[in-house]
């Protein structure tokens, strides 16, 4: 019991810390966080199809991110909330792998143009375009990264072995 615990949480950490070091590569290009954001790091929100423990790490990974990289309240509670809620349902679409990364593009389409404008960023007739640069920034970072994960891990069977067994 106490070494599958163990085991959980280094890998939930490592995630994290892999979630926020890819992070601060997105923010080196202004990419982070804004309008316009194509934040790599939420490629690993499609690792909860491989151990629950991803849910934990990519989770506390963007709230790491989001306090680091100077988000305001709401993108440190409602963007964390987004990633959080696109990990769980990815976990729940495991036996589906090459979609886990759609609830992830949904939920941030939807939840960060709120957290825009309540930033003060625009104001509410901007969320359609705002859904629109965070959608495509998303399907970017989540839907084409994340599924060549997906594509790698699934063709390297010893290597998934290795790290999510």
């Not at 950490?13 to 790091?41: D, K, N, P």
């Not at 679409?93 to 957290?115: A, D, E, G, M």
């Amino acid at each position: 019991m106490k070494n599958s615990t163990t085991k959980f949480i280094s890998r939930s950490a490592m995630i994290a810390a892999l979630y926020v070091a890819l992070t601060m590569i997105s923010a080196a290009f202004g990419l982070s966080s804004g309008i316009i954001q194509v934040r790599i790091s939420e490629a690993l929100c499609v690792l909860p199809i491989y151990t629950f423990a991803a849910v934990p790490g990519v989770t506390v990974g963007c709230l790491v991110s989001n306090i680091i990289y100077g988000g305001t309240v709401f993108d440190i509670a409602l963007g964390t909330l987004a990633t959080l809620l696109g990990s769980l349902a990815a976990y729940f679409l495991r036996k589906i792998p090459y979609i886990s990364s759609i609830p992830t593009i949904i939920s941030n389409t939807l939840i960060i143009p709120c957290v825009l404008i309540l930033s003060g960023l625009g104001g509410w007739e901007m969320f359609p375009y705002f859904a629109l640069t965070v959608g495509i920034g998303e399907v970017i970072s989540c839907g084409v990264f994340g599924t060549l994960i997906i594509i790698y891990l699934e063709k390297h069977r010893s290597t998934k072995t290795m790290l999510f067994k």
